[in-house]
């Protein structure tokens, strides 16, 4: 039995005699939203990853940390279609198998590279992925417009990306990801590039923004305090090639506050992370040869 079907039955207890919705799954946990199942990648001669297990369920915020290189951006584009895994691995889209290619369009996804153009303003930017969809401009607009000041960035739509800050383009980039409404966004170390003070900001604002509108986020970063302080659940990753080592509930109430980060059960469960962490970190670092 998977960590993941424990936690399915923890969390429904005596769910045996209730009757089962139509979002549940035969064993009365909520059905994932996306599931991959023994899913391995491998470039030529590298493996990427191997036998990876991730199942998130409607409206859940899974934070993923793991060791550079241990192919959490592979696991990335694979649920953004943007990659196919190796033949015969398992995807499942709300039960239903599919390839990776069938995820493409059905996610919307901010890579880890900002992808903000130089030569479009901030709301022509923002409405990039609406356009290319077909929406008018006109329209993809007047939703961006109506969004900007929740993003904090009212009153800016007409500057260009090299007037902003880092954390506003940053804004820029997650609001074009939350106006290209999916069933999952993808977020790759959304905040990586960014100075401390800036990151916990950001942090708290897209708690608020993702509780608002109820969306299902896989969030990928390398920084344990942010997989806590963001997470449902933190899914470790071993060393390449990667797998999940350790998948952590993260039982912390919300709405969560900045300070809960110095709270005991924050910083037990960060001891706990970073143990496994630690021991993947040294592994990738004697493979490499050091
Ligand atoms: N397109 C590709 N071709 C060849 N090797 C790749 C490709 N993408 C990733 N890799 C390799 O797969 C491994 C995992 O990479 P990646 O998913 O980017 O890791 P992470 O995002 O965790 O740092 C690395 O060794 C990387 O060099
Ligand atoms: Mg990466």
């Not at 900007?148 to 820029?172: I, K, T």
Request: hydrophobic residues 45%.
């Amino acid at each position: 039995m998977t960590l993941v079907d424990r936690d399915f039955q923890g969390a429904t207890g005596d769910a045996g005699a209730k009757k089962l919705t139509p979002a549940q799954d035969a064993a009365g946990g909520e059905r994932p939203l996306i599931e991959l199942r023994q899913v391995s990648k491998t470039f030529g001669t590298v493996k990427a990853l191997q036998d990876l297990e991730v199942s998130i369920r409607p409206g859940e915020l899974v934070t993923v940390v793991g060791p550079s290189g241990c192919g959490k951006s592979t696991l990335f584009n694979i649920l953004a279609g943007l990659e196919e895994p190796d033949p015969g691995n398992i995807l499942r889209l709300k039960g239903d198998s599919s390839t990776a290619s069938d995820l493409l369009g059905k996610v919307s996804f901010m890579p880890q590279r900002d992808l903000l153009l130089p030569w479009r303003n901030v709301i022509d930017n923002a409405i990039l992925a609406l356009e290319i969809e077909g929406m008018p401009r006109a329209e993809a607009r007047k939703l961006a417009m109506d969004m900007l000041p929740e993003f904090g960035l009212a009153g800016f739509e007409a500057q260009y990306p090299n007037q902003l800050s880092g954390g506003m383009r940053q804004r820029v980039a997650l609001m074009r990801t939350f106006l290209f409404k999916r069933d999952l966004m993808l977020l790759d170390e959304p905040f990586g590039a960014l100075d401390a003070l800036t990151r916990t900001m950001m942090q708290r604002w897209l708690l608020d923004v993702w509780q608002k509108h109820k969306r299902t986020v896989l969030f990928i970063t390398h920084d344990v305090d942010e997989a806590i302080f963001l997470g449902d659940r933190v899914l470790v990753m071993t060393a390449r090639p990667g797998r999940v080592k350790l998948e952590q509930v993260v039982e912390l109430p919300r709405p969560r506050k900045a300070d809960i980060v110095t709270s005991p059960e924050f910083i037990a469960l960060k001891k706990t992370l970073l143990e496994a962490i630690e021991e993947e970190s040294m592994k990738s670092f004697q493979v490499a040869g050091h």
